[in-house]
């Protein structure tokens, strides 16, 4: 799975984009909303780890996300 931080503009805010390992779109979330639905992606349980990710994340770059 990757991550990618997409800065928004304006009144736009700034989204996180989940993506497959063949760069299929899965998951866009707001970046300052709480996380919700994580099970859906085999995230669960690891909500402080994402937040910390997502905190320091550069905006614009594509990263393999690798929770353990």
Do not use: H, W
């Not at 995230?43 to 594509?62: M, S």
């Amino acid at each position: 799975m990757y991550i990618i931080k997409v800065k928004g503009k304006a009144k736009i805010p700034d989204y996180i984009q989940l993506r497959d390992e063949n760069f299929v779109l899965i998951a866009y979330f707001r970046a300052d909303r709480p996380l919700q639905k994580l099970e859906k992606y085999g995230l669960e349980g690891k909500e402080a780890e994402l937040t910390e990710i997502i905190r320091n994340l550069p905006f614009g770059k594509l990263q393999k996300l690798d929770l353990i």
